[in-house]
């Protein structure tokens, strides 16, 4: 080791690190002397986490070393809601098979024994199973005997049906069927239809006794032949409206006319190929189009004919009168100071009806020198009045009308109109006493 230092004291500079100690000055006399364990620990910490929880004991030094310990963490309440089926023992972690067997359950076709944690097949034990566990363990049902396919016969109405044999490979199942004919039918008759060794069967000579003959005809039942009866004579009468010449024979036929109707007003024609009926018009006498402006034409009840409903005017009015008692205008302009109501009727209940609504308005004033006042229909300000003179003016008054409305009420309904009177801009003690309005409602249906 190279020498810095001699009999003097060293000129080398050791200074202590962490964890360790240096005394003395170099000289021979006095050596350096380098320690561990005499100073600061090194710094030493545990962090836990979900699943490992740690522990951390001493101070770093010699005599009292870190010793550091780690515990799993058992979750208490797993998410699923179920037992933790994980335990911790004095050697280590932990899942047995009896801990995990409850886990389990039988369904449909298993069995299960949660103590020994064996799975095995379950036979049903219903009437008429032949399934088992066979020699090799498996599941087995033999074939034929009591799990062979079972067939019966099912009858109806009209087909009668037999099954016979056993089912089995030498006697196999016969199904047969025959059809079942009524021996005595609802009406009371005979079946004509018949069961032969070829089919089912209905012959012409069944059917031909069906029939007899009337009035004029002459029936074969052996032949099934039809004919008129010779010598038979041919009554014809005349009805309403008509007329029958002749006699029925070959020389004089009957021949049969109508008689031409009687008409009356509105129609025209004698009902001929020539002049048939039609209903009697007058020319179209307006220049517009008939077919898409003319009315209509209608058949009531009783068989008259009737056009469209006529169209009519109606003229509705009604009076309010009211007389406060010198109530103040008010200052705002268009403050409603009254209402006058009005129920307006539709007499037409086939079609709507088009209302004009006219409204008039008079209310008396008391003004005083300065004072002034407006009266207002609505929201319309019709008329303004203002005493520029040095007396009084006294029960003076305004008076405006005004169209407010138009529409459409639908047939047999009513229409409810409100006016509102309206008043403001008062000033200087304007006051006002009587308020006269008139509601007139034009009501027009065409």
């Known amino acids: 080791m190279t020498k810095c230092c001699g009999a003097r004291s060293c000129s080398c500079t050791v200074t202590a690190g962490p964890g360790t100690t240096v005394d003395g000055d170099g000289s021979p006399t006095n050596p350096y002397v380098i320690s561990a364990g005499a100073g600061t620990p090194t710094a030493l910490g545990v962090t836990d986490t979900p699943t490992v929880d740690l522990a951390l004991t001493g101070t770093g030094s010699a005599a009292d070393p870190y010793d550091v310990s780690a515990t799993v963490r058992l979750d208490p309440a797993p998410p699923g809601g179920g037992t933790n089926l994980l335990e911790a023992g004095p050697d280590g972690l932990y899942v047995e098979c009896a801990d995990v067997r409850g886990c389990f359950s ?166 001929t190929a020539g002049a048939p009926l039609a209903a009697a018009v007058a020319a179209w006498p307006y220049p517009c189009d008939v077919d898409a402006n003319a009315g209509n034409v209608y058949c009531d009840t009783t068989g008259q004919l009737r056009s469209d409903p006529r169209g009519s005017i109606t003229f509705l009015q009604d009076q309010q009168i009211l007389s406060p008692a010198d109530l103040v205008v008010p200052t705002p302009e268009d403050t409603e100071v009254a209402t006058h109501v009005l129920d307006v009727p539709n007499p037409d209940p086939c079609r709507p009806a088009f209302v004009i609504m006219e409204a008039e308005v008079d209310a008396d004033f008391n003004l005083p020198p300065g004072a002034g006042a407006a009266l207002g229909i609505a929201t319309d300000e019709m008329s303004y009045l203002r005493n520029s003179g040095s007396t009084a003016i006294l029960d003076t008054h305004i008076q405006g009308t005004k169209v407010v409305n138009g529409g459409t009420i639908p047939p047999g309904g009513t229409l409810t109109f409100t006016l509102s009177i309206r008043m403001g801009r008062g000033s200087g003690g304007a006051t006002y006493n009587r308020v006269q309005s008139f509601l007139r409602a034009f009501v027009i249906v065409l």
């Not at 034929?144 to 006697?171: C, F, K, M, P, R």
């Open 106 to 271: 039988a369904g449909d076709g298993a069995a299960y024994d949660p103590a020994t944690g064996e799975i095995s097949a379950r036979v049903s034990a219903d009437a008429g199973n032949t399934v088992t566990i066979g020699a090799d363990g498996g599941l087995y049902a033999p074939p034929g005997g009591a799990g062979a396919s079972v067939v019966t016969a099912g009858d109806t109405t009209t087909v009668d049906t037999t099954v016979s044999g056993s089912g089995a490979a030498g006697d196999p199942y016969i199904v047969s069927s025959d059809v079942i004919v009524d021996p005595a039918p609802p009406g009371g008759g005979t079946n004509l239809l018949q069961a032969g060794p070829d089919g089912l069967y209905v012959e012409c000579a069944d059917v031909r006794t069906c029939l007899v003959a009337g009035t004029g005809i002459d029936y074969d039942a052996a032949t099934g032949t039809i004919s008129a009866e010779p010598g038979a004579a041919t009554v014809v009468q005349a009805g309403t409206g008509v007329t029958v010449t002749g006699t029925g024979s070959a020389a004089d036929p009957y021949e049969v006319s109508a008689t031409p109707p009687t008409t009356g007003c509105g129609l025209d024609g004698d009902g």
